[in-house]
T-cell receptor
Framework: DGGITQSPKYLFRKEGQNVTLSCEQN?????MYWYRQDPGQGLRLIYY???????QKGDIAEGYSVSREKKESFPLTVTSAQKNPTAFYLC????????????FGSGTRLTVV | AQSVTQLGSHVSVSEGALVLLRCNYS??????LFWYVQYPNQGLQLLLK??????LVKGINGFEAEFKKSETSFHLTKPSAHMSDAAEYFC??????????????FGTGTRLQVTL
C-alpha cells in the first residue's frame, strides 16, 4: 500500500546536537512538506518542496534545513540553531493537482534532553 | 493570503449528541476547503473536502460539512457523537498554485471530547 513513512517515531536530542528526521513516500507525489505542531498552535509550515532539488522556506524555517535529492525522500535536519526544538513533526505529500489535499505521515516526536 | 479560523479550541459533547465544529475562512477566490482529524500521537487523516462541486460534502465516519459562501463558513457536523470521535479536528484552506500542488493553511484545531 502507498503511504508516507516517518522515522523514528520518538527521538531524543541533546543540547547542541543536530538530528535528522526521515520522511519517505511511495505515492509518486511531487510535493512534500514539513510541519511543526505545538499544543494550541496548530500546524506551522517549516519547509516545502514542489520538485526534486528545489525547496522553499515556510513560516518557521530558522534552525531547520532540508534536502530533496530524490522524489521519494524529504529529510528534515533540526540544527543546534533551533532553540526550542521539542515538538511533534509531521511530514506530508501531495500530487500536482488542485483540490486533493495532503497525505500525512504518522509523525516524529522530538524531545530535547 | 488565505486563512481559516476555528472557533473554540475545545468542544465537549455527550455521546449521541450533535457534533458541531466551526470553521470560517478568508479567501479572495473560491477556495478548496478541508477537514482533517488527528488522534493522539498520529498524523492527520482527511475527513472530507470541498472542491466547488456540491456545497454539502459527506465524509468518513458519518461527518459532513456545508460550504456557505455568504457566511464564509465550512462547519463540520455529525448527528450523533460516538466515543471514538474524540480527537483533534483541523480545518484547512488551499492556496491555489497553478501547475503545482496546493499549499494548505491550517486552523489552530478544535479538540473534541465525548462524554458518557
Amino acid at each position: 500500500d502507498g503511504g508516507i513513512t516517518q522515522s523514528p517515531k520518538y527521538l531524543f536530542r541533546k543540547e547542541g546536537q543536530n538530528v535528522t528526521l526521515s520522511c519517505e513516500q511511495n505515492l509518486n507525489h511531487d510535493a512534500m512538506y514539513w510541519y511543526r505542531q505545538d499544543p494550541g498552535q496548530g500546524l506551522r509550515l517549516i519547509y516545502y518542496s514542489q520538485i526534486v532539488n528545489d525547496f522553499q522556506k515556510g513560516d518557521i524555517a530558522e534552525g531547520y534545513s532540508v534536502s530533496r535529492e530524490k522524489k521519494e525522500s524529504f529529510p528534515l535536519t533540526v540544527t543546534s540553531a533551533q532553540k526550542n526544538p521539542t515538538a511533534f513533526y509531521l511530514c506530508a505529500s501531495a500530487a500536482h493537482r488542485q483540490g486533493l489535499g495532503y497525505t500525512f505521515g504518522s509523525g516524529t516526536r522530538l524531545t530535547v534532553v | 493570503a488565505q486563512s481559516v479560523t476555528q472557533l473554540g479550541s475545545h468542544v465537549s459533547v455527550s455521546e449521541g449528541a450533535l457534533v458541531l465544529l466551526r470553521c470560517n475562512y478568508s479567501s479572495s477566490v473560491p477556495p478548496y476547503l478541508f477537514w482533517y482529524v488527528q488522534y493522539p500521537n498520529q498524523g492527520l487523516q482527511l475527513l472530507l473536502k470541498y472542491t466547488s462541486a456540491a456545497t454539502l460534502v459527506k465524509g468518513i465516519n458519518g461527518f459532513e460539512a456545508e460550504f456557505k459562501k455568504s457566511e464564509t463558513s465550512f462547519h463540520l457536523t455529525k448527528p450523533s457523537a460516538h466515543m471514538s470521535d474524540a480527537a483533534e479536528y483541523f480545518c484547512a484552506v488551499s492556496d491555489k498554485m497553478t501547475g503545482t500542488a496546493s499549499k494548505l493553511t491550517f486552523g489552530t484545531g478544535t479538540r473534541l471530547q465525548v462524554t458518557l
